[in-house]
DNA sequence: CTCCTTGCAAAGCCTTTGCATTTAC
DNA sequence: GTAAATGCAAAGGCTTTGCAAGGAG
């Protein structure tokens, strides 16, 4: 698995040098750092926890730069946006992990994830029927744990709005 | 459609009035406009969509309450709240359009919708699975028109970001 | 050398909150 | 009559923007 997400990495980073180039745009390490961030923990961050972790890292980089810098990787389809109900964006990384989608307990706040092999492929259909070129979806499902004993996720910054 | 359309708000209203009366909440005139103009347009508004349309049909209503209401419908699965790239929240009814999903292109900002009859099945056995119960879900689908004469739409509010 | 990018701080925008008033039941 | 809901305005939190300084190509 650590072998799988480095490989996946690499990969962001290779396409995401040769897009800025074909672009005009420029490779700064900021933006390498940002890429990375979210490339190496594949979890889904939000903008300041992305922050804050390339800051404890020792990298001094703004908050503007962030923003900006998703907002790149948006465009370019290397990291998708998800709405989890925070009333703010997260962000995940887009190579390697697009046949997922996420359950949002409106009860415990808590997201989960599962894989599905057919989700990809549906998509895909989709998008040929109706003349639309893919770059990054996400699917958010909201309901409620039904283990009720797992259901006692508490954070307040992890919870549903 | 129209038929339609009026059967779903009309459903809407009652199944709000049973909730409300079984969590010992009231039912104002205030959230009743709101579930109505969700289910009446049929499209997908944010909060101040929302508010000024109520506004325009002479509603004395508040943006707080809007807000409040709309967290009560999201809570009892009577609207969905959906991400389409713009930074705030656009909500959309429940009942009678599980089965959708929205292309978001990420160049002329279009939003379109397109309705499968797998989708709502295999959300469904993914739920089952996970031990999830199902409230709402959304899908969205980042990328491009590939018709580029389609491709032009263009204004402030509705750009993708 | 050019002009793209960064960082800071301020501004902007969406959303929530506190409190007095109103209202549904 | 009483607890819940509304409305206003202010506060809060995330995101964007303007501009000077810095840096990649």
Chains 1, 2 share one sequence.
């Not at 190579?95 to 989700?119: I, M, W």
């Not at 006692?152 to 919870?159: I, Q, S, V």
Request: glycine share 8%; hydrophobic share 35%.
């Amino acid at each position: 698995m650590k072998q799988y997400i480095s490989e996946q990495t690499t990969r962001a980073e290779s396409l995401f040098r040769s897009f800025m180039k074909s672009e005009g745009l420029r490779c700064t390490s900021e933006r390498i750092d940002v890429l990375q961030e979210v490339y190496r923990s594949g979890a889904h961050l939000d903008a300041d926890e992305i922050y804050s972790r390339l800051r404890e890292k020792g990298t001094g980089i703004s908050r503007a730069t962030v923003y900006h810098t998703l907002d790149l990787l948006f465009r370019l389809n290397l990291v998708s946006r998800i709405d989890l109900g925070h009333h703010h964006t997260h962000y995940e990384r887009v190579l390697g992990v697009a046949n997922h989608l996420h359950f949002v307990c409106q009860r415990c706040g808590k997201v989960s994830e599962a894989a599905s092999s057919q989700l990809d492929g549906m998509v895909e259909k989709l998008c040929a029927t109706h003349e639309f070129s893919l770059g990054s979806f996400s699917l958010q499902v909201f309901g409620e744990c039904l283990d009720r004993e797992a259901c006692t996720f508490r954070a307040g910054k992890e919870n549903a709005g």
